[in-house]
Nanobody, 120 residues
Framework: EVQLVESGGGLVQAGGSLRLSCAAS????????MSWYRQAPGKEREFVAT????????NYADSVKGRFTISRDAARNTVYLQMNSLKPEDTAVYYC?????????????WGQGTQVTVSS
């Protein structure tokens, strides 16, 4: 079965760092675009970062540029989100996403999320 399991969330003070991990299984990891999204209480889910299937290209939301870095490890079927200089407004549940556009259908998988809380 397809699984995306996020880990690494927790409570951190403003200015601190966290590294989120998303372990993938049940599909061909190297064929999928991987992304991170987040959702704060009372807010819509928003895009955070994405990385191409080969890891050559990345994109970030303006709100996290220069602070967050997305990466992937093909040998471990894992995508990471390194979060530095954290701010209270980064507090949210962070979700891992795997996406592949196919000829007859699209595959779009989501993890259960991991809570990140940044205190001031």
């Amino acid at each position: 079965e397809v699984q995306l399991v996020e880990s690494g969330g927790g409570l951190v003070q403003a200015g601190g760092s966290l590294r989120l991990s998303c372990a993938a299984s049940g599909f061909t990891f190297s064929s999928y675009i991987m992304s991170w999204y987040r959702q704060a209480p009372g807010k819509e889910r928003e895009f955070v970062a994405t990385i191409s299937s080969a890891g050559a290209e990345t994109n970030y939301a303006d709100s996290v540029k220069g602070r967050f870095t997305i990466s992937r490890d093909a040998a471990r079927n894992t995508v990471y989100l390194q979060m530095n200089s954290l701010k209270p407004e980064d507090t949210a549940v962070y979700y891992c996403n795997a996406y592949r556009q196919l000829l007859l259908r699209n595959n779009d998988y989501w993890g259960q999320g991991t809570q990140v809380t940044v205190s001031s």
